[in-house]
């Protein structure tokens, strides 16, 4: 069977992570989490003071680009790749609330998707692997075999993420949430770099109403179309 390029793209908190690793371990491919390297960033920035909920020293981001240095490195026990930032791991602080408020803003910035494209587009070039964003199929691969589009309604994605940072400790309300996860599609919707649209020959899944399970034998059935 032929190695090909999967790419998924879809609205924040569509489970999009969560179905790459999956396919990522039945297929025996690579796995990029795109949005942990643009929270990465993020994360750089509220360090530094060059972003929060009412400002974005976008120059000062720009400037700082050659001092950010990101990896993914596997972690056998966990079974996925974790994110090192400047060889610090940084998974869980990457995972909360306050770096999902400035994510957006911070992909906003052209040279900051310029960076992370090129970074992406490296990783992807000898295929067998399955990444996930918001500009998968349409900027970084635009070649990919399989294309994937998810989506769900903004109240059923707000209660999955709620769900998860319950889950894991942190205090926040659905309000909170809900408005994070309305913000960001809009953002992402509406930024003027590679704003997340649906590619032309990308296939919508609405997951609103199916289980992990379904949805992944239905991707999966189409992922061996592709490699025949």
Excluded: C, W
């Amino acid at each position: 069977m032929k190695k090909i390029t999967i790419a998924i793209d879809g609205f924040s908190s569509t489970g999009k992570s969560t179905l790459a690793k999956q396919l990522a371990a039945a297929l025996g491919y690579v796995y990029v989490d795109t949005g942990a390297m643009y929270r990465a960033v993020a994360f750089f920035a509220m360090q530094h003071h060059l972003v929060s909920e009412t400002h974005l020293d976008a120059a000062g981001l720009i400037a700082e680009l050659p001092n950010i240095n990101l990896r993914f490195q596997f972690n056998p026990t966990l079974g996925f790749a974790e994110m090192y930032l400047n060889n610090e791991i940084i998974e869980t602080q990457i995972r909360t609330i306050e770096v999902s408020r400035m994510v957006s803003k911070v992909a906003e910035v052209s040279e900051v998707r310029a960076k992370l494209v090129e970074q992406q587009q490296a990783m992807g070039k000898d295929k067998g692997i399955v990444m996930d964003g918001r500009d998968i199929g349409t900027v970084v691969f635009p070649e990919a075999e399989l294309k994937l589009f998810m989506n769900a309604s903004s109240k059923t994605r707000a209660q999955r993420r709620f769900d998860e940072l319950m889950e894991k400790g942190q205090q926040v309300t659905f309000e909170e949430v809900l408005h994070n996860v309305e913000e960001r599609d809009y953002i992402d919707t509406h930024r003027d770099d590679s704003p997340l649209v649906k590619a032309a020959d990308a296939i919508e899944i609405d997951n609103s109403a199916m289980s992990k399970t379904e949805q992944f034998e239905l991707v999966l059935k189409l992922v061996k179309e592709k490699m025949e």
